[in-house]
């Protein structure tokens, strides 16, 4: 199983919507792929139509050691895109955490028990960097940033990629990072273009080909609780994610 997680320490830059639609793609392919909900805000979760109060385990009850990962898994109705949902206790598990024995392992080593039963594991990251985020990249083989095309958003880049190489040093030597998508993007917007440029500049072939636009419909889907490539196969931003997750599993066959 691969893991891959979805992360920035900015918030509102796509990461949950990339996620599952990376998922959702995957799971087209007939790939078994399923979706670590690790934002204490849940938007993967109710992003898929799952309502939060209605199940009994989360990630939460994973991360404090109540239940295993498997326990936790809830069906979506994508075929073969399971879920393992968040819950608002998240938020707590930080506090709970700071005392366990190697703390930084748990995820990785609960999802060892599901490593036969998936292709992929996709982790939507919480924005910040916590002992959270740090389980989630410590259980993972790469790291996929999604960048809004915005000028704040080069300053909180620099930042993560000095995170992401203390994890490395620290924790997860072979963590690597998969890859840059710029998101939000608009071909009008001037600023667009030049945060384009100067990522492309400095990370050259780590920023994927493919941009998600900016758009109406990628905004609605998860109000109708479905990721954009089923509310609108034939969108622009369907299409886009699609592409992306083309380009995913060709980094993958070269990693």
Do not use: W
């Not at 292709?119 to 809004?148: E, F, G, K, M, R």
């Amino acid at each position: 199983m691969k893991v891959i997680s979805v992360a920035n320490r900015k918030g509102g830059v796509g990461k949950t919507t990339t996620a599952i639609n990376i998922a959702t793609a995957l799971a087209a392919i007939e790939k078994k792929v399923v979706v670590i909900d690790l934002d204490p805000q849940g938007n993967a979760t109710t992003s898929m139509g799952i309502k939060k109060e209605k199940h009994q385990k989360s990630t939460y009850e994973i991360l404090i050691g109540e239940c295993k990962a498997n326990q936790a898994v809830i069906h979506t109705g994508v075929p073969n895109f399971d879920i393992l949902p968040s819950s608002p206790d998240l938020a707590a598990a930080e506090i709970e955490l700071v005392d366990m024995d190697k703390r930084e392992y748990i995820l990785k080593n609960t999802l060892k028990d599901m490593e036969s039963e998936y292709d992929y594991a996709i982790i939507d990251c919480p924005p910040s960097l916590n002992l959270i985020t740090i389980n989630a990249l410590v259980a993972s083989n790469s790291v996929l940033v999604p960048l809004q095309c915005e000028f704040l958003a080069l300053e909180g880049l620099a930042d993560l990629m000095k995170n992401l190489n203390a994890i490395k040093r620290n924790f997860n030597h072979n963590l690597i990072l998969q890859g840059i998508v710029l998101t939000m993007f608009s071909r009008q917007n001037n600023l667009s273009k030049m945060i384009e440029e100067n990522v492309r500049k400095y990370f050259g072939d780590k920023v994927y080909n493919t941009v998600i636009p900016r758009s109406v419909r990628i905004a609605e889907a998860p109000s109708h609780g479905k990721p954009i490539l089923i509310y609108d196969f034939k969108s622009v931003g369907a299409q886009a994610y699609i592409n992306l997750a083309k380009e995913v599993l060709q980094r993958e066959k070269e990693i």
